[in-house]
């Protein structure tokens, strides 16, 4: 698994369809890998770049710092068979995508001939999302309990999948404060190791 921090890391990986996967990853769980995972066995794109907000305006209560966040994602993708098809952006390079530098990287990879994709959950894609990112092709994973279509905000190419995983960092919070192990062993680890999410 390999950290991502320049589009001459991306241009080595000598793939030709790349998918960029944001969120908070507060934490990581089985859903988002599942996600991961599909989009690469579907086909969709040849390498997934996960790519961990720093912070997320959007949310009221405060981010687990950013590097526990990291290395809780690499122990989350350890845990998969397609690993090595699977990279983490260097958040001090590539921060999320709702910003100018995501979207300038998204046009050198394109002008050097790659498809670039954003992979996005079906809640994300309101009639706030920022209008340069929604001509970026998506593959949006349909999210239980959103009506929005992602054909009312997108004006580029869209892929809509199949509902994937139903777990949320949200949930996995609650039960981690309760005492019930992360899904994932690898994660639970680090996270009882690191004294995370303990209320």
Same mark, same amino acid.
């Given at each position: 698994m390999a950290s991502i921090s320049c589009t001459g890391d991306i241009l080595a990986l000598g793939v030709q369809r790349v998918g960029f996967m944001s969120g908070s990853f507060d934490p990581p769980h089985d859903s988002h890998l599942a996600v991961m995972e599909q989009v690469l066995l579907d086909g969709q794109v040849d390498h997934v770049?996960?790519? #961990?907000?720093?912070?997320n305006p959007e949310k009221i209560e405060r981010l687990t710092p950013i590097e526990h966040r990291l290395a809780m994602l690499q122990a989350l993708i350890s845990s998969s068979n397609l690993a090595d098809r699977i990279?983490?952006?260097d958040p001090s390079a590539i921060?999320?995508?709702?910003? $100018?530098?995501?979207?300038?990287?998204?046009?050198?990879?394109?002008?050097l001939g790659l498809e670039v994709w954003?992979?996005?959950g079906q809640d994300a894609?309101?009639?706030?999302?920022?209008?340069? $990112?929604r001509k970026v092709p998506h593959i949006v994973i349909p999210r239980q309990g959103y009506e929005n279509h992602p054909n009312e905000v $997108?004006?580029?190419?869209?892929?809509?999948?199949?509902?994937?995983?139903?777990?949320s960092s949200t949930a996995v919070r609650e039960q981690l404060k309760r005492g019930i192990p992360?899904?994932?062993? #690898?994660?639970?680890?680090?996270?009882?190791?690191k004294r995370l999410y303990s209320g």
């Open positions: 770049m996960v790519c #961990a907000h720093s912070c990279s983490t952006c921060h999320g995508i709702e910003n $100018l530098t995501f979207l300038q990287s998204v046009e050198r990879l394109q002008n954003v992979v996005r894609i309101r009639d706030h999302y920022p209008d340069d $990112l $997108l004006r580029g190419k869209f892929l809509m999948t199949r509902p994937i995983g139903k777990n992360h899904p994932v062993p #690898a994660v639970d680890r680090y996270i009882r190791e």
